[in-house]
Structures are given as C-alpha cells and as structure tokens.
C-alpha cells in the first residue's frame, strides 16, 4: 500500500511537470507571437480610423466592473481594401467610451502585408511580462520532469 501512495505522489509530480512544460510552451509561443505583431506594427504599421460595429467585455463576478473589451471594427486600408475584423482588444478606457457612446470610431494600427493584424494605437505594450512567465513555467515543468526521472531511477536501482 505503502508503494502505490509513493508511486502516485510521482506520477501527480510527473504530471505538473508535464502540465507546466505544456503551459510554458504555450504561453511563450502566444506571447512571442504577440511580441513579434507588436514590434512590426511598431516598425512599419499604418495608422488608421476604424469603425465599431460591436463590442464585448468580460465582466468580474464579484465586483460587476467591465474589463477586458474587444471590438468588431471595420476600416479601409491604404490601399482602398474595406477589412473587418473581429475581436480586438482595447484598453479599458477605450472599451468603456465605447460602450457609453461617447465613441463609435477608434484609432488603429494595422500592417499592410497582413490587412488583419490590427491593434489599438495606443496598445503597444511589448508583451514581456507574459514572455517572462511563459518560460519560467516552460523550465520549472522542466526542472520537475528531470528531477521526478532522477528520482525514479534512484529507488530502482535501490530496489
């Protein structure tokens, strides 16, 4: 009986190690995915009015406050290319001038390789934070698979 608890109390520290590399590798890829739209909006995106055709926010359960706005928009390009696109975020202010209709049209920054990849003017945070923890989970679930195999390995070669 003694055994089993053993060898399930390695398989639950197997398992968050497994669970924190796959968390990592996912939150490092989304996030330099985003870093990398980021910067190349920065560096040569263009600047446009776009239209809000819809919005939608998550609201906090416990304290009923808006947070976390997207927006349907529709612009034109440069180009004369009508694009709309759907789920963008905005910061909150920008969602909630929205949502009092105080504002129907925002300023966006969109690249004109890639007409879709559009982000709110002033929504260019580079995304480190994320990039940060993304691979401080993607080691940690490292570290744990390593140190779990090390461990098993041991109590065999004891046993």
Not at 119 to 143: F, K, N, Q, T, Y
Request: proline fraction near 3%.
């Amino acid at each position: 009986m003694l055994r089993l608890l053993e060898a399930v109390k390695e398989f639950k520290y197997g398992l968050i190690g497994i669970i924190f590399t796959f968390l990592g590798i996912t939150l490092t890829y989304d996030s330099w995915h985003e870093y990398h739209v980021r910067r190349l909006l920065r560096d040569h995106g263009k600047v446009t009015s776009a239209t809000v055709t819809a919005w939608d926010a998550v609201e906090d359960p416990k304290t009923r406050a808006l947070g976390s706005f997207k927006l349907n928009l529709k612009y034109t390009t440069e180009r004369g290319e009508a694009i709309a696109v759907e789920k963008v975020p905005v910061p909150t202010d920008v969602g909630l001038e929205v949502r009092s209709g105080r504002a129907t049209s925002i300023r966006v920054r969109y690249l004109p390789e890639r007409p879709s990849a559009v982000r709110h003017v002033l929504d260019m945070s580079s995304h480190a934070i994320e990039l940060a923890m993304g691979l401080l989970l993607l080691v940690g679930g490292l570290v744990i698979a390593v140190v779990m195999s090390v461990r098993a390995r041991s109590k065999r070669k004891r046993a």
